[in-house]
Nanobody, 122 residues
Framework: QVQPVESGGGLVQAGGSLRLSCAGSARTLSTYAVGWFRQAPGKEREFVAAISWSKDITYYADSVKGRFTISGDNAKKTVFLQMNSLKPEDTAVYYC???????????????WGQGTQVTVSS
């Protein structure tokens, strides 16, 4: 069964950094694309970044481009989201999700993790 699991969230001051991890089975990361999404209170879940199953194609939301980096390590069965220069507006629950092809659309993803909270203080 495909079941992504997120970790690495926490509280950080504005301008700081965090690295989120999305762990899965070997099948998850070697044959599935992985996306990161976030949902702030009272807002809809939104796309953050995605990486293809081959780990050589990446997509980013405009709001995080240049600050966040998505990467994957199939040998370690993990996808990372390095978040630098964090802003208070980045505060949200961050979710990783898996599907067979890379996509920016929330509705395209079938397998979701439980989420990890990221809080950026001003």
């Amino acid at each position: 069964q495909v079941q992504p699991v997120e970790s690495g969230g926490g509280l950080v001051q504005a301008g700081g950094s965090l690295r989120l991890s999305c762990a899965g089975s070997a099948r998850t990361l070697s044959t599935y694309a992985v996306g990161w999404f976030r949902q702030a209170p009272g807002k809809e879940r939104e796309f953050v970044a995605a990486i293809s199953w081959s780990k050589d194609i990446t997509y980013y939301a405009d709001s995080v481009k240049g600050r966040f980096t998505i990467s994957g390590d199939n040998a370690k069965k993990t996808v990372f989201l390095q978040m630098n220069s964090l802003k208070p507006e980045d505060t949200a629950v961050y979710y990783c999700a898996a599907r067979t092809g890379i996509s920016r659309s929330t509705s395209d993803y079938r397998y979701w993790g439980q989420g990890t909270q990221v809080t950026v203080s001003s």
